[in-house]
């Protein structure tokens, strides 16, 4: 598994709350995170977890607007 499976199974997962431009971006963010890392075969697993960490906050913190239609008094 590489950063581009990390990637799309986190689209998979937080589309389309989050946009996958920002997936993408947290991607890389995270990524640079580990880019002096002893053990880097296991970057990608690390970078997904964090990732997933950060991006489920995003989630959360962004307001949903309601599906209903405004109901008329």
Known sequence: MGLTDAEAHLVADFSPAV???IIHRIVLETAA???EARAPAYVP???ERLARERLAS???AVPRGDPRPPQRP
């Open 19 to 21: 946009a996958p431009e």
């Open 45 to 47: 697993i690390l970078v």
């Open 33 to 35: 995170d580990f880019r």
């Open 58 to 60: 995003l989630a959360r």
